[in-house]
């Protein structure tokens, strides 16, 4: 990669899950990396790591949702790492409940997290990217874009991202910034586990089941959705813009 822009990587989410595969994979790919999260300590935790391993990052902690913190924690990574050429906007939440049961509360939070978050951060991140005329943003969006039952809030949150990811990839395409949604399916993480217990399954028993639905037979690691992540904020994925990639084990969307 040429050095005419700064090689610097923004993870929204990455204290855990797959936030967290994605800011290891691009310190591994030589980027600086800022690590955002609600959880402070665990994001610190994690650059320290990095770190340790030779990198460059920094943790911060935000809540995506809010315009000031998401402005001030793009401003330090700025600041302490250089400007941010990548956004991986990850940080999620989810809400589950039949449409009859779920409150306002449950909808506005799942809302404020993805859609609100993503735009907060990426309105606050692309200045950076417009002024080194390159610039990649991955969102993850989620097979339950496409619909499913008692998710409401997070199937239009997810749905939302894609139509966000095509809008920035019209917007920003002359400035050398290219925008993509990746669409995981079942991913093992924290996120997944909670579901399973509230469904009161054992979590292996939970993927052993999801696996049998999905065609490669097994379900999706955090390395696998890091891995496309990796492709898509790379020099050679420069006229991939505003596509959505199910990253699901097999055909969906
Ligand atoms: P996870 O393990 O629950 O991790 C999500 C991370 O986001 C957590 O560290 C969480 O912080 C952070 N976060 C939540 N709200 C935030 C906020 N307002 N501001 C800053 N950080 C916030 O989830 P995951 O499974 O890795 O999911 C990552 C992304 O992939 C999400 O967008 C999710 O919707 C999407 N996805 C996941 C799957 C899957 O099967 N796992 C499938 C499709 C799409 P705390 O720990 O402090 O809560």
Avoid: C
Wanted: no cysteine; net charge negative.
């Amino acid at each position: 990669m040429p050095d005419s822009h700064s090689r610097v990587a923004i993870v929204t989410g990455a204290a855990r899950g797959i936030g967290a595969a994605i800011a290891r994979r691009l310190a591994e790919d030589g980027f600086a990396v800022g690590l955002l999260d609600l959880d402070e300590a665990a994001v610190k935790q994690g650059a320290e790591a990095i770190t340790a391993q030779g990198g460059k990052a920094v943790g911060i902690g935000l809540d995506v949702s809010s315009t000031e913190q998401a402005e001030a924690a793009v401003e330090e990574v700025a600041r302490e790492l250089g400007a941010p050429t990548v956004l991986v906007n990850n940080a999620g939440i989810t809400r589950d409940n039949m449409l009859f049961k779920m409150s306002d509360q449950d909808w506005d939070s799942v809302i404020g997290v993805h859609l609100r978050g993503s735009f907060v951060m990426t309105r606050a991140a692309q200045k950076h990217m417009t002024e080194q005329r390159w610039g990649r943003i991955v969102n993850l969006s989620s097979i339950s874009a496409l619909g499913n039952r008692g998710q409401a809030n997070y199937s239009a949150a997810k749905a939302g991202i894609q139509g966000f990811t095509k809008t920035l990839a019209f917007e920003l395409g002359k400035f050398g910034v290219t925008a993509n949604a990746i669409a995981p399916g079942f991913i093992a993480t924290d996120m997944t586990m909670a579901t399973a217990e509230r469904l009161g399954v054992p979590f292996e028993d939970f993927k052993a089941a999801a696996a049998q639905e999905i065609p490669v037979r097994r379900v999706g690691e955090p390395e696998d959705i890091a891995n496309v992540v990796s492709f898509l904020v790379s020099e050679g994925a420069g006229f991939v813009s505003g596509q959505v990639i199910y990253v699901a084990g097999g055909p969906k969307g």
